[in-house]
């Protein structure tokens, strides 16, 4: 019963029977043959299939034992935290429980005994799978909610975090945002990330215990306030952008930045009862498996979709081996009820007989040639069955013809090499001096200076003369009363007048202290 009353509250308007079947065996006129249909899994409990990590290391009360007090008897402090004892151990593990005796059992950080040093946590849980929200993250504290927290999701198992929702009793002061709620959010800004002030003021720690990241709230912008007009709402996460992404996360991290305070300041002399204890964390939602499964399962640690469709992968993301005459794509929430499959196809199936290796969804045939080839190559592929590499990439030999990393960019270093294609192997054709796979250094003897120059100097063959000394292959820097390229030429022979300036100068130690300065100044003789 109490089941049946959960059941009614969680996923009445979530299950609906839409979408729940990916494929059926029916007769038609030709006979009897499979119908194909966009699918996607039930909505499921998600905590438990979650891994929690709780930092920093030691936030975690009872090591050692801690008394704590409550805000109702901030003066009894008689509960104690001992991490060594079962019964009055706080771990993550009891945000996750079922709690089936009915006691609340809970995670517990210790104290604020460090005050005014901030008291952080962060919380998080990670799937290691695409999941799609599909109602509202509750999570419940014990003995008051955080005056500050944060929500923060992944898309990426954890590589990059974007905020997902901020919590305060002042959205301006903690933030610098102003307070916004949900329910007024619209139709152009449903997926806007804001901060709420409706589930951290202080109401009495029994009270209200919960804190919400409102997915319902957001899905009736669309299906109405009792989520009834669903078609609404697949349409709208079918056509608007990002909308779908926005509800997929793969992690989540609730970062705990102040605890409750009893609606009054902090009391230095009592920072006993300063702290924050997790209950639960429910997070309801279902696998990602891009509506060509409509079955996830628990397999070696991590939930895994049962692709239908000749797809396959963790979110049945690509096509199977030998089921890509076509691109992977998606399934479809349109057109409504049913959806479209977006099936893969066996080689050869599609279109008569043109395999474009996945990389093309469409054949066209040409009359006057007679063949049907593939259009529009993606993946910078060409060719009648896009079975080659545009120009400017090369084959990927690690790769098979329908691997989407199948053509290579050649990088060809534009000023070293005559052109941007390369052999089969990524090689560019050099320009004069130029060498390297990509062209983007020099043979012996040439210097880099947007280009391969021959030297015009160096410390074998090309030697500065008259104590000229060699400025990075490029120029040999002369003393003065010398030039030319390698200083071989005396100014005297060159310049009459020249020579008798420098002749009148020459031996006085002002013009051996110049000369001495330009050796060590490259450029400075030039000026
Ligand atoms: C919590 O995570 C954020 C990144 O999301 C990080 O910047 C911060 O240092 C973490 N805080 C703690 C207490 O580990
Ligand atoms: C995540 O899931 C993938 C695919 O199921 C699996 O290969 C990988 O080992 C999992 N990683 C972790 C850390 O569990
Ligand atoms: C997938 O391939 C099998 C053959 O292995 C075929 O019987 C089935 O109809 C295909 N399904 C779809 C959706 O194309
Ligand atoms: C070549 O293909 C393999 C297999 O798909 C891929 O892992 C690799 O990254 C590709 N190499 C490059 C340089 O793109
Ligand atoms: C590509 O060019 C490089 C350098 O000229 C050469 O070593 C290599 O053998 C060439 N590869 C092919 C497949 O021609
Ligand atoms: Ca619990």
Same mark, same amino acid.
């Given at each position: 019963m109490l089941c049946l009353a959960a059941l009614l509250v969680h996923c009445v308007p979530l299950a609906m029977a839409q979408y729940d079947i990916c494929k059926s065996w029916v007769t038609t006129d030709d006979g009897p043959s499979w119908e194909f249909y966009a699918c996607q899994p039930k909505a499921m409990r998600m905590k438990d299939y979650v891994t929690v990590r709780v930092d920093p290391a030691g936030i975690t009360c009872g090591d050692p034992p801690e008394r704590f007090c409550t805000h109702e008897n901030p003066y009894l402090c008689s509960d104690e935290c001992d991490a060594s004892n079962p019964d009055l151990a706080h771990p993550p593990k009891l945000m996750f429980d079922s709690e089936d005796e009915g006691l609340a059992t809970y995670w517990q950080s210790v104290t604020? &005994? &460090?005050?005014?040093e901030p008291l952080l946590a962060n919380i998080t849980l990670s799937w290691n799978k695409s999941i799609e929200l599909t109602d509202d993250i509750v999570i419940t504290f014990e003995y008051g909610r955080p005056t500050i927290m944060m929500l923060e999701k992944s898309l990426d198992n954890g590589r990059t975090w974007h905020p997902y929702q901020y919590y305060a009793d002042d959205c301006m002061e903690a933030f610098s945002m102003p307070a916004r709620r949900v329910r007024d959010l619209s139709t152009t800004s449903a997926n806007r990330v804001l901060c709420t002030e409706e589930y951290s003021r202080w109401a009495g720690s029994k009270k209200e215990k919960t804190v919400r990241f409102e997915v319902r709230d957001r899905f009736a912008i669309f299906a109405g306030p009792d989520l009834k007009n669903m078609d609404n709402l697949y349409t709208r996460l079918e056509s608007a952008k990002g909308l779908k992404d926005f509800f997929t996360v793969t992690d989540l991290r609730m970062r705990l930045l102040r605890p409750a305070l009893g609606g009054t300041y902090v009391q230095r002399e009592n920072l006993y009862k300063y702290f924050y204890a997790v209950s639960n964390i429910e997070v309801t939602g279902r696998c990602k498996c891009n509506l060509h499964a409509n079955l996830c399962t628990f397999k070696e640690g991590s939930l895994q979709c049962e692709c239908e469709h000749n797809t396959t992968g963790q979110d049945c993301g690509k096509c199977k081996k030998n089921f890509r005459s076509r691109s992977w794509r998606a399934g479809s929430y349109l057109p409504l009820p049913n959806g479209s499959p977006n099936a893969c196809a066996a080689a050869g199936s599609a279109f008569g007989n043109c395999e474009c290796y996945g990389h093309s969804n469409r054949c066209s045939y040409i009359d006057f040639l007679n063949v049907v080839t593939c259009v529009s190559c993606k993946h910078n592929t060409r060719g009648q069955h896009c079975q080659h590499c545009r120009l400017g990439f090369y084959r990927n030999s690690s790769a098979e013809l329908d691997d989407e990393n199948v053509c290579i960019e050649c990088n060809c270093n534009q000023i070293g090499s005559m052109h941007d294609r390369c052999n089969e192997t990524g090689y560019c054709e050099c320009r004069e001096g130029a060498t390297g796979p990509k062209c983007d250094d020099c043979l012996p003897n040439y210097y880099w200076r947007q280009g391969c120059f021959p030297n015009v100097c160096d410390d074998e063959l090309l030697l500065c003369q008259n104590g000229g000394t060699c400025y990075q292959n490029q120029r040999c820097i002369c003393p003065v009363g010398f030039k030319g390229v390698l200083c071989q030429q005396s100014r005297c022979e060159a310049d009459k007048q020249d020579c008798d300036g420098a002749r009148g100068a020459r031996g006085s130690p002002a013009a051996l202290a110049l000369a001495v300065l330009a050796l060590q100044l490259p450029g400075w003789v030039d000026l």
């Open positions: 604020w &005994r &460090r005050y005014p």
